[in-house]
C-alpha cells in the first residue's frame, strides 16, 4: 500500500529554519510530481511549492526566496527547507505525490506535519 510520510515540523522563532521530509513507500514505479501544500483552520489547503522528476521547480509567491523544495528520486523522497520563517508561515504541511505503483496510481497524500512559528 502506498504511503506517504512526513517529518520534520516543529516549533520555532520568527526568523528561524525547519526541512522538512517527505518518504513514498509501497513498491512504487515512479513519481512524477511530488509537493508540499499547507493549510491553516478554517482556510483551503495551498500549494507552498512542487518539483518534477527532472526537477523543475514552482513555488508560491509568499515563500520565493525563503522555501527551497528539492528531491532524491532514489529515496522516493522530498524536502522542504524553510529559511526566514514567518508567523504566517504557521500550518499544517501536506506532502503530496503524483504516482506509479505496482498495484495502483494516482495523486496521495501525507498526514500532515504541524509548523508553528512563534513571534
Known amino acids: 500500500q502506498v504511503q506517504l510520510v512526513e517529518s520534520g515540523g516543529g516549533l520555532v522563532q520568527t526568523g528561524g529554519s525547519l526541512r522538512l521530509s517527505c518518504v513514498a513507500s509501497?513498491?512504487?514505479?515512479?513519481?512524477?510530481?511530488m509537493g508540499w501544500y499547507r493549510q491553516t483552520p478554517g482556510n483551503q489547503r495551498e500549494l507552498v511549492a512542487t518539483?518534477?522528476?527532472?526537477?523543475?521547480?514552482k513555488y508560491a509567491d509568499s515563500v520565493k526566496g525563503r522555501f527551497t523544495i528539492s528531491r532524491d528520486n532514489a529515496k522516493n523522497t522530498v524536502y522542504l527547507q524553510m529559511n526566514s520563517l514567518k508567523p504566517e508561515d504557521t500550518a499544517v504541511y501536506y506532502c503530496?505525490?503524483?504516482?506509479?505503483?505496482?498495484?495502483?496510481?494516482?495523486?496521495?497524500w501525507g498526514q500532515g506535519t504541524q509548523v508553528t512559528v512563534s513571534s
Open positions: 503530496n505525490a503524483d504516482l506509479l505503483s505496482w498495484t495502483t496510481s494516482g495523486t496521495y
Open positions: 518539483i518534477t522528476s527532472v526537477h523543475t521547480t
Open positions: 509501497g513498491r512504487i514505479i515512479s513519481i512524477n510530481v
